[in-house]
């Protein structure tokens, strides 16, 4: 069974940067599409970005062109590189991770079947 666990939270100023770490553990990492959401405080979970296994990444409008996500498979790791951070991006953030994902679907959060805890990311000044 894969286990995920997020890092690299925190509190940033607008136009400031984070990294988010996303490491799995359990099974082979390389088998799984991966993905990344958000849940803001009253609001539904929101898919940002999903780099389905073999595809090319996908991202959400609101985040397109300031995020990137990426993935190191020998590390078990998938990244989130997040910059010009705005107060809107204030949110809890998952990781999730499936081992059959399909690319059309990858910021859908129904098509996970594992979920990391979640770490916060605060902008504001």
């Known amino acids: 069974q894969l286990k995920l666990m997020e890092s690299g939270g925190g509190l940033v100023e607008p136009g400031g940067s984070l990294t988010l770490s996303c490491v799995g553990s359990?099974?082979?990492?390389?088998?799984?599409?991966v993905g990344w959401f958000r849940q803001a405080p009253g609001k539904e979970r929101e898919g940002i970005a999903s780099?389905?296994?073999?595809?090319?990444?996908v991202y959400a409008d609101s985040v397109k062109g300031r995020f990137t996500i990426s993935r190191d498979d020998s590390k078990y790791t998938a990244y989130l590189q997040m910059l010009d951070l705005k107060p809107e991006d204030t949110a809890v953030y998952y990781c999730?991770?499936?081992?059959?994902?399909?690319?059309?679907?990858?910021?859908?959060?129904?098509?996970?079947?594992?979920w990391g805890q979640g770490t916060q990311v605060t902008v504001s000044t």
């Open positions: 999730a991770a499936d081992g059959n994902l399909d690319p059309h679907n990858g910021l859908n959060s129904r098509k996970y079947d594992y």
């Open positions: 359990g099974v082979p990492f390389e088998y799984f599409g």
């Open positions: 780099m389905p296994e073999g595809n090319v990444p």
